[in-house]
């Protein structure tokens, strides 16, 4: 028998103010941007919504910029620290765009883009859609957490930010509320180096079975970390991070810029690991994923180390230059 076709209504709003208007009244509606985990899911039957928030034709969304202040996100409730510099990244900014257009400013987030599906996937997937769908698994997550993003979201009745670490409440599952859109991503250019690896079952098109993003911050002399597809959630590993900052500071080795100590490396690892709550399912074990976490852990932070080394060289070249 043929599946039963039901009506779906379809929305396409040109501004955003019409975006947040239509789903003040049907709260049910389901956003689309770029669609790629949208239409899997309607493909699958996994979700039959009545109507369609299609969200492409709003312009805003798909750019990017530096916070000034004076900018839309800057309104009423836009939350502490706008205006600071920071990059506003438009929720319907694709991959490809991070990759092409962001490289050197969130290094993180456009390495973690660069390991997204296909280049078609990359094209037409946005970071607002990871957020959206927020599986444990989304590659964009564990950059937003090491990099402190926070996520700006409207309503009809106003806007209001959410630190990424706030943002995700359960497996699949975010802060926004039923009215709410995810309008863009602040993020603050990094002060020091951000790495991002994953592990899958294959090199590419990959759901990641264990991911993990760090980020050196030298300027404040702390660390950031986020681990994906190794909890219900995203998450950080805020004891790692304590004690690498710890570690760093004490041994001089934010001003010196000398090899990292094995010890430290190891133990930052093993603290990583140890935040993880894993799984076993058909990707791999629990355990394996805690193992992978581990590794994934000391490589990323031995590539950090080395950039932030590097960056040492190259700022006393030009001194002595
Ligand atoms: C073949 C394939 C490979 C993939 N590979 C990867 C991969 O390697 N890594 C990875 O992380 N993901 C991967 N994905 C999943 C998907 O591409 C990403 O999650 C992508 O970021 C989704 O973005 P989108 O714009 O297509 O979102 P959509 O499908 O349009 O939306 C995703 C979810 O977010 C909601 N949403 C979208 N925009 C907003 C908004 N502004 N406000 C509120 N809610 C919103 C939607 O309602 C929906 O629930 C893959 C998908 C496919 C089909």
Not at 208 to 225: I, N, Q
Request: glycine fraction near 12%; charge should be neutral.
């Amino acid at each position: 028998m043929e599946p039963e076709e039901l009506p779906v209504d379809f929305i396409q709003p040109t501004s955003w103010a019409d975006a947040l208007a239509a789903k003040a009244e049907a709260p049910d509606a389901l956003p689309v941007a770029g669609g790629t985990d949208v239409m899997v899911e309607l493909n699958f039957d996994v979700k039959r919504p009545e109507v369609l928030l299609d969200l492409t034709r709003i312009t805003e969304l798909a750019d990017w910029d530096t916070d000034t202040g004076a900018g839309p996100g800057a309104g009423p409730g836009a939350g502490p620290g706008a205006g600071n510099g920071r990059i506003r990244l438009g929720a319907g900014v694709t991959y490809t765009r991070v990759i092409g257009e962001l490289g050197s400013r969130l290094p993180g987030l456009a390495m973690a883009a660069r390991t997204v599906g296909s280049p078609q996937i990359r094209n037409r997937g946005t970071v607002g859609g990871n957020l959206g769908a927020a599986s444990p698994a989304g590659d964009c997550h564990p950059p937003l957490l090491a990099a402190g993003a926070e996520i700006e979201v409207a309503s009809a009745s106003g806007t209001r930010t959410i630190r990424a670490e706030d943002f995700y409440t359960g497996v699949k599952r975010n802060a926004l509320r039923p009215d709410e859109l995810i309008r863009a991503i602040l993020i603050t250019p990094p002060s020091g180096p951000q790495q991002f690896s994953k592990i899958g079952t294959r090199n590419a098109m990959v759901i990641a079975v264990a991911a993990f993003s760090l980020a050196l911050h030298p300027d404040t002399r702390t660390v950031g970390t986020g681990i994906g597809s190794a909890a219900p959630t995203p998450r950080r590993a805020p004891d790692a991070e304590q004690f690498l900052a710890a570690a760093l500071d004490e041994a001089g080795l934010w001003e010196s810029r000398a090899p990292l100590p094995d010890a430290i490396t190891r133990e930052f690892s093993r603290l990583v690991a140890a935040a993880a709550r894993p799984i076993d399912d058909v990707r791999g074990t629990a355990a394996y994923r805690r193992h992978a976490l581990a590794v994934l852990a000391g490589r990323t932070l031995a590539w950090a180390w080395q950039d932030y080394r590097g960056q040492g060289s190259a700022a006393s070249g030009k001194a002595a230059g």
